[in-house]
């Protein structure tokens, strides 16, 4: 069981927004250290959002991510059918290495 | 281009050893951190360990420590990761990726990814 919190699934309709949370986060100062991924299926993970809000070269800012307290959220605008994967957070804890959240499967009506 | 190429999928028996490996190529090998994650069938991302290749500094997730070997290769630039007894509950994908901005261990992010090791373990 991970131990950071994601909605085992979102849906939305193209054209559409949809915000994914990721909840059980320890920040410490200076740590703001959230990453995004997004996986389709049989592939490997890619890099959407790191350092909680910054996209990688040839990421389209339909994608971004924000935080507030012990959470992070992604948010997806303009929604395209081509965006159903599945989604995870990733922090890296100095004292637990690299932890995943349990993922959120996207589905684009 | 940043690339990391892994070896290609596995069918082994419980008991078994295994190692598999994860090529890199087109940045500074020794100078990045590299790491294994494991998604078992169905399941979402678990890291196991990372390995920084300049000084073979090796950091291992506590769910996985004595159950699986780190190494790597400059000469080669390439990671494995190394099992010495196999189980049935190893069966799962393996990737391979890069972290960044790294500061004594500790990372922002992971930027690139193999194409994943498929691994069955089946009697």
């Known amino acids: 069981q991970s131990v950071l919190t994601q909605p085992p699934s979102v849906s939305a309709a193209p054209g559409q927004r949809v915000t994914i949370s990721c909840s059980g986060i320890?920040?410490?100062?200076?740590?703001?250290?959230v990453s995004w991924y997004q996986q389709f299926p049989g592939t490997a993970p890619t890099l959407l959002i790191y350092?909680?809000?910054k996209r990688p070269s040839g990421i389209p800012d339909r994608f971004s991510g924000s935080r507030s307290g012990t959470s992070a959220t992604l948010r997806i605008t303009g929604l395209q059918t081509g965006d159903g994967a599945d989604y995870y957070c990733?922090?890296?804890?100095?004292?637990?290495?690299?932890?995943f959240g349990g993922g959120t499967k996207l589905t684009v009506l | 281009e940043v690339e990391l190429v892994q070896s290609g999928p596995e069918v082994k028996k419980p008991g078994e050893a295994l190692r598999i490996s994860c090529e890199a190529s087109?940045?500074?090998?020794?100078?990045?951190?590299i790491g294994w994650v494991r998604q078992m069938p169905g399941k979402g991302l678990e890291w196991m360990g990372s390995?920084?290749?300049?000084?073979?500094?090796?950091r291992y997730s506590p769910s996985f420590q004595g159950h699986i070997t780190i190494s790597a290769d400059k000469s080669s630039s390439t990671a494995y990761l190394h099992w010495s007894t196999l189980e049935a509950s190893d069966t799962a994908m393996y990737f391979c990726?890069?972290?960044?901005?790294?500061?004594?261990?500790?990372?922002?992010?992971?930027?690139?990814w193999g194409q994943g090791t498929l691994v069955t373990v089946s009697s």
């Open positions: 320890s920040y410490t100062i200076g740590n703001d250290f």
């Open positions: 990726a890069r972290h960044v901005y790294c500061n004594d261990g500790v990372c922002h992010t992971t930027d690139n």
């Open positions: 350092d909680t809000y």
């Open positions: 390995i920084y290749p300049y000084d073979s500094d090796v």
């Open positions: 990733g922090i890296w804890d100095a004292g637990r290495g690299a932890v």
């Open positions: 087109g940045y500074s090998f020794s100078r990045y951190w």
